[in-house]
Nanobody, 116 residues
Framework: QVQLVESGGGSVQAGGSLRLSCAASGSISSIPVMGWYRQAPGKQRELVATVTTGGNTNYADSVRARFIISRDRARNAVYLQMNSLKPEDTAVYYC??????????WGQGTLVTVSS
């Protein structure tokens, strides 16, 4: 079935940028909804952004003006361009795919560390 692999995490200073990538394998069909979530130490996992096949996007208020989510529908890949990073953006970022209403698939996570 569908498997997700994230990449692009790392350490960056406040104000810097990173681009996260998530590649899906094991599916030959376009995944209707893909997105990014994150979990900081001591906090619950939270929505960062999602994007549908039609290109509709949804962002958390905390990242709306700074992050951009995009996808390659044919390759079932999703990207997160993160600009103007802040220390509070430090978290493990997880890619999520919803191939259908009954299935939710998560990647293993990639760590983003933003230093002040």
């Amino acid at each position: 079935q569908v498997q997700l692999v994230e990449s692009g995490g790392g350490s960056v200073q406040a104000g810097g940028s990173l681009r996260l990538s998530c590649a899906a394998s094991g599916s030959i069909s376009s995944i209707p909804v893909m997105g990014w979530y994150r979990q900081a130490p001591g906090k619950q996992r939270e929505l960062v952004a999602t994007v549908t096949t039609g290109g509709n996007t949804n962002y958390a208020d905390s990242v709306r003006a700074r992050f951009i989510i995009s996808r390659d529908r044919a390759r079932n890949a999703v990207y997160l361009q993160m600009n103007s990073l802040k220390p509070e953006d430090t978290a493990v970022y997880y890619c999520k795919a919803a191939p259908n209403r009954y299935l939710e698939v998560w990647g293993q996570g990639t760590l983003v560390t933003v230093s002040s």
